[in-house]
């Protein structure tokens, strides 16, 4: 069913529309930086860290990525590459040395939160940890804000959790992160930023849960899509959330903020229509309800990636509050960049990688829903 389905999804969620800018957030980003920092960026080779890495480059910054070494990036200019392991406790690379700001985006287990603020605390000027909307007790309410209730944590020892506990028990996923801001809060009172972003988007999605839409339209033809089309969507590329998590570095901003999109609400209809125009698509929508894809198990989320019902347990989903962080200078690129770009970079990707999306229906099984779907319009006529 939909239904238990959505709740386990929802768990681990975590895992813009024409263009339109808040005049005084691209004031802010417009701007060049204040004063130039020394960030420490942890993670930096993931989906979001290049961008933060390439983005406080070309603002001038001084720039350290902590990591284990396994990926290599080709950087446009100077970065230090300190190497170590936050699950087995190495972070002697990080002793004695000072950042005006960290930025944590890799971490889920509290545990390492704890170990960075034993050898950074009273070291960094900011801690800016990048958590998750899925850090919420409930989906149900449209408009709730950063105050609303944070998912209990449902095991006995947040700190014993490890990466494979928390991979083979995904429900865990949103509850340590809420334990890791508290930790995030403890280890550098007064000096942290927490940021919970939503959907993240863009170039380099190893999920393809907004992918698939880009390469579905692009194949034109009948595209099956959930709903009626009114069901709001919620999404951030990772270059918008990326970049802002500098501007929050150089404006030493702290507190705690929704970070998805777009500015303004946007519903599943008109980010599917706006793909389709932005890469001028032959492709035409059949709108199947959402009792139809329930009784045929397709999942909201997974099978149709980005949509969730806009009503019941998931209500409130794709209707977070966002003016916190309009306020504190977050922009976004219009929609039809990141469909572009998304799938420019999709079509740079081996063959196989193609050949099989992460998210989505395959065309067999969508060619089957449609025509089932068909016939059981007919049949009522």
Known sequence: MIGSTRRDVLAT???????????????LAEQPPVRKLKLLILGGTGF????????????????SVFNRGRQQVAWRGHVEELL?????GDL???????????????????????????VLAGRVGQYIFISTISVYASNAHPGDDETAALVPYPGKDPFAETIETMRSTPVLYGSLKALSEKEAQAQFPGKATIVRPGL?????????????WPVRIDRGGEVMAPGDGSDPVQYIDTRDLGEWTVRLAEQRTTGTFNATGPARPETMREMLEGIRSALDARAHFIWVPDAFLDAEKVSAWGDMPV??????????????????AHAAGLTYRPLAVTARDTLAWFKTLPPERQAKLNAGLTPEREASLLAKWKASETAKA
Do not use: C, M
């Open 307 to 324: 949509w969730v019902p806009g009503h019941g347990d998931t209500g409130g989903f794709h209707r977070r509050s966002l003016a916190r």
């Open 13 to 27: 969620a975590g895992l813009a529309a024409g263009g339109f800018l808040l005049p005084g957030a691209v004031a």
């Open 92 to 118: 002697k690379a990080l002793q004695g040395r000072s950042w005006d700001a960290v930025i944590d985006n890799p971490t889920t287990l509290p545990k390492w939160v704890r170990d960075a603020g034993q």
């Open 84 to 88: 170590g392991d936050r699950d087995s």
């Open 48 to 63: 979001i860290g290049p961008h933060q890495v390439q983005y406080a480059l070309d603002r001038g910054h001084e720039v």
């Open 200 to 212: 993240i988007v863009g170039p380099n999605d190893p999920t393809d849960r907004f992918t698939y």
